[in-house]
């Protein structure tokens, strides 16, 4: 009876073990939605004065004159 009793603890130890070590050698898979990326910042000070690229007397993009 003891002999049955000390077999079914040493099952239970190797079962749990095993669980152990399998789960210490997988990778854990990142959570997507708890890794955000950092949010870039944009300099939006002093830049170059906004003008268009077509003169005065020129339409926009249906003249092809100064291409």
Same mark, same amino acid.
């Given at each position: @009876?003891? /002999?049955?009793?000390?077999?079914?603890?040493?099952?239970?130890?190797?079962?749990?073990v +095993?669980?152990? &070590?399998?789960? &210490? *050698? *997988?990778? %854990? =898979? #990142? %959570?997507? #939605?708890?890794?955000? %990326?950092? /949010?870039?910042?944009?300099?939006? =000070? +002093?830049?170059? =004065? @906004? /003008? %268009?690229?077509?003169?005065?007397?020129?339409?926009?993009?249906?003249? *092809?004159?100064?291409?």
């Amino acid at each position: @009876m003891i /002999r049955l009793f000390l077999i079914a603890i040493c099952a239970v130890v190797v079962v749990v073990v +095993g669980i152990v &070590v399998w789960n &210490v *050698t *997988t990778e %854990p =898979e #990142a %959570p997507a #939605a708890a890794v955000a %990326p950092e /949010r870039q910042h944009y300099d939006l =000070e +002093g830049g170059q =004065e @906004m /003008r %268009p690229r077509w003169g005065s007397n020129e339409g926009g993009a249906d003249g *092809t004159s100064g291409n």
